[in-house]
């Protein structure tokens, strides 16, 4: 066997190793979703505050509580979706859907997301509303980053860009909603567009 037989031997053996230790089963069909599910939500949420009679949310009001309902479908239907369609993928691949590595990669995912959804309770408690969309993009975007040395995707360039959103929904409170929708709307349809592109050719 030939010097290049025996490289090729070791590039397959890595490469296995690699796929075995790290979630293969993402499609970017769930991003698509996800970032679909989050422009209407957030079409509905304008539409709503728009036609509540002021511009601004009150913690204790009508209004807010179905902005929350708003955000909680928002969070139902894509995990939901992207469980059903990483589900179907997994059939499809011959791989399992549930081992270790996807343990791993849901406690890397879920610890940040967690902590943050925690912390902006505790704050929207304490009147301190201002800053929930910046949070809500920080933390994602730490999720992310996280998660993806357990998944072949590179989910971390999106977390990147949800963090950097967020920074600067911090300092620009004020076009909060509008960063929230480029973060968790077209961000998501842009990288689940990416991820099919690459699915085709591989």
Request: hydrophobic share 50%; aromatic share 14%.
């Amino acid at each position: 066997m030939s010097d290049q037989d025996y490289l090729k031997d070791i590039s397959a053996i890595k490469n296995l190793m690699s796929k075995s230790s790290r979630f293969i089963s993402l499609s970017g069909w769930a991003g698509i979703f996800a970032g679909v599910y989050a422009l209407i939500g957030a079409a509905v949420a304008y539409y709503i505050v728009m036609n509540s009679g002021r511009d601004y949310l009150i913690l204790d009001g009508y209004v807010f509580r179905l902005i929350l309902l708003d955000l909680a479908l928002i969070a139902i239907l894509s995990v939901g979706t992207a469980i059903l369609i990483t589900t179907r993928k997994a059939k499809s691949d011959g791989v399992k859907i549930w081992d270790e590595t996807t343990r791993k990669l849901l406690m890397s995912f879920l610890v940040p997301l967690i902590t943050g959804g925690i912390y902006i309770l505790i704050i929207l408690n304490q009147q301190k509303y201002g800053q929930t969309g910046a949070l809500m993009l920080i933390f994602y975007g730490l999720a992310l980053v996280n998660a993806s040395k357990h998944t072949i995707s590179n989910i971390k360039y999106l977390g990147y860009i949800e963090i950097a959103l967020g920074l600067i929904c911090a300092f620009y409170p004020g076009y909060g909603f509008w960063l929230w929708v480029i973060g968790f709307g077209f961000m998501h349809v842009v990288y689940g567009a990416i991820m099919l592109v690459k699915e085709k050719k591989q």
